[in-house]
Nanobody, 124 residues
């Protein structure tokens, strides 16, 4: 069954804002670290931000101060508020979940066990 479902992508002008959502299966939401990645065609997944089950967050330097991750524990939903968007923020954005026991850097996409289908963000 579907574990992660993203929504909220779209087209926006530089300087604008978008909010992405990721509805997660309860088991993932409660016990896994969850993150957002983006991918530009032909390149590897880039880690944007992760939030642990306890709420601790880590952000990529490229989005610090502009992007904010948050969770709604009632809706089992992860959000990514993206402000002051730049053209280089364009790409396919994915929600992903990994077991806390998985080692390695949080931004390493190969350490994530579940992925959503992605939502496209285009900044012009």
């Amino acid at each position: 069954h579907v574990q992660l479902v993203e929504s909220g992508g779209g087209s926006v002008q530089a300087g604008g804002s978008l909010t992405l959502s990721c509805v997660a299966h309860e088991d993932l939401y409660r016990g896994y670290c969850m993150g957002w990645f983006r991918q530009v065609k032909g390149k590897e997944y880039e880690g944007i931000v992760v939030i642990g089950s306890g709420g601790r967050t880590s952000y990529a330097e490229s989005v610090k101060g502009r992007f904010t991750i948050s969770k709604d524990n009632v809706k089992n939903t992860l959000y990514l508020q993206m402000d002051s968007l730049k053209t280089e923020d364009s790409g396919m954005y994915y929600c992903a979940a990994r077991r806390p026991a998985n080692g390695g850097p949080w931004s390493l996409w190969t350490r994530y066990d579940y992925w959503g289908q992605g939502t496209q963000v285009t900044v012009s």
